[in-house]
């Protein structure tokens, strides 16, 4: 019923314990994929400064709130980070839109510097929620989908938050008579990975 109810692109949902857990599950799903499909090389995953993917050592990695680094040594390794759409703070005498390109511009960069070869994923928040609710200018999330070049930008961003290809969600639902709210948890599959996948004769 969720699949039917959530985006074309979306057809499996994996239920999880926690938002964390979700993140969690992302970054092997993510890495195995690239493993299946032969370039294991491909595992470096790209995130934000100020970003907030969970309180695992992989979701705290994910994140980008340095004093949870500082707590156990991460991020873990093959994770990196740009920095943060935050215009209100830090765009100085910059326009919105002119500092969402800026900002947006550094993806690119970073998968340049690290080698295209080498990346798996870039993963974000629609909003940074825990990092202080910043919305990123109008201009971001557009000029973030032409990183990925030619052919990618149709099933990574559109528009707003857009088109991608794992989703997580992490919300309460009513569920009376027993409890006011309950959580729930979510990994969204996108068709391309499970296509993908099950080419190479493996589940993800």
Same mark, same amino acid.
């Given at each position: 019923m969720l699949a039917e109810i959530a985006p074309a692109y979306i057809n499996h949902v994996f239920f999880t314990g926690s938002g964390s857990e979700s993140n969690d599950t992302v970054v092997r799903m993510v890495r195995r994929y690239w493993d299946l499909l032969g370039e294991p090389q491909k595992s470096v995953i790209i995130s934000r400064k100020n970003a907030y993917h969970g309180s695992?050592?992989?979701?705290?990695?994910?994140?980008?709130?340095?004093?949870?680094?500082?707590?156990?040594?991460?991020?873990?390794?093959?994770i990196v980070h740009i920095d943060q759409p935050y215009w209100f703070d830090e765009g100085g005498d910059?326009?919105?839109?002119?500092?969402g390109r800026r900002v947006a511009g550094q993806l690119e960069?970073?998968?340049?510097e690290l080698g295209l070869d080498r990346v798996a994923a870039f993963i974000a928040e629609p909003i940074q929620g825990a990092?202080?609710?910043i919305i990123a200018p109008e201009s971001y999330w557009p000029e973030l989908a032409s990183a990925f070049g030619q052919g990618w930008s149709d099933w990574v961003y559109q528009s707003?938050?857009?088109?991608?290809?794992?989703?997580?969600?992490?919300?309460? *639902? %009513?569920?009376? &008579?027993? *409890? %006011?709210?309950? &959580?729930?948890l979510l990994v969204l599959l996108g068709v391309l990975l499970q296509v993908h996948g099950h080419r190479q004769g493996d589940r993800l």
């Open positions: 695992t050592m992989a979701g705290a990695s994910l994140g980008g709130m340095k004093f949870m680094h500082e707590q156990g040594g991460l991020p873990l390794p093959g910059l326009e919105p839109d002119e500092f960069e970073k998968i340049l990092g202080g609710v707003y938050a857009g088109v991608a290809v794992v989703e997580t969600i992490a919300s309460y *639902v %009513p569920y009376f &008579p027993f *409890v %006011p709210f309950m &959580p729930l």
